[in-house]
């Protein structure tokens, strides 16, 4: 009786939201049934990565190259984390998100991201013990006044309820934007900025950690992150991001 009350109060109070605030596209604002969705013609473009994909790095095959198969990216670099998930590839529709989430105050998107970023990343989850997103550095925090991919990391902590570290990893030194940079210039911009403050190892120490950002190109960023967070004695890494580069033009 008290279960049934209870989805009766639940199903009261989204119709009231909904009659409030009504459901829209998160792309491109159209009416749609329910919060947080896509209209059918932006889940049709919507470009959600799927197996069969490199075991290590993420990125999609053309076709299935059975159990295990890693790409001959991951093989040539071997990355300093042991797994990485994306929810989407980059596209324009990934971008439109990413930079509304980033750019323009829409932090209301974060919930819904995460949904699919903890679809695409379940066995990261099962086997995480502490969330650490990417940190921005404290002037570009004051610019932008928040940080997305903390956003990402909180929500997916919450969703999944596991153990969100926010101010373990930080980012001592102000790099350049990544933007524009070639591979090279992007992995010696982020060399070396990153660190784990002494007082808060004993809160990744000996832990599976999830590394969570916003977006994944050339991996740069959260390949320093992953050394810092290995430095600072974490047994192991495994990245989720919302979307991944997966072209060859990285």
């Known amino acids: 009786m008290l279960q049934q009350i209870g989805n009766i109060t639940g199903h009261v109070l989204r119709s009231a939201r909904d009659l409030a605030i009504p459901p829209a596209c998160l792309l491109c604002d ?4 329910t919060q947080g969705g896509l209209c059918a013609t932006c889940w049709k473009g919507a470009r959600f990565i799927e197996r069969p994909y490199c075991e290590v790095l993420g990125l999609p095959f053309a076709f299935d190259q059975g159990k295990g198969a890693v790409s001959a990216r991951a093989l040539a670099d071997p990355p300093p984390f042991d797994r990485l998930r994306a929810a989407m590839a980059y596209d324009d529709n990934a971008r439109r998100l990413v930079s ?6 829409r932090g209301d998107l974060a919930p819904w991201m995460a949904q699919w970023m903890a679809r695409a990343g379940r066995e990261l989850i099962e086997d ?3 969330v650490v997103p990417v940190p ?9 006044r928040y940080n997305q991919s903390a956003e990402l990391a909180r929500a997916i902590a919450r969703l999944c309820g596991l ?5 373990v990893l930080l980012r001592h030194r102000r790099t350049r934007q990544q933007v524009g940079l070639t591979s090279l210039e ?11 403050e002494a007082a808060r190892r004993p809160q990744i120490e000996g832990r599976r950690i999830l590394l969570v950002d916003d977006v994944h190109t050339t991996g740069a960023t959260v390949r ?3 050394r810092a967070l290995k430095r600072g004695g974490a047994a192991a890494i ?13």
Do not use: M, Y
């Open 186 to 196: 992007r992995a010696r911009n982020v060399q070396g900025a990153f660190r784990i």
């Open 163 to 167: 153990n969100h570290a926010p101010q």
């Open 128 to 130: 995480c013990d502490t």
């Open 224 to 226: 320093a992150c992953a």
């Open 30 to 33: 159209r009416l749609v049934d």
């Open 136 to 144: 921005l550095h404290r002037l570009r925090l004051h610019e932008r």
């Open 100 to 105: 509304a989430l980033k750019f323009s105050d």
């Open 238 to 250: 495994d990245v989720l991001v919302f979307a991944s580069v997966v072209g060859d033009d990285i």
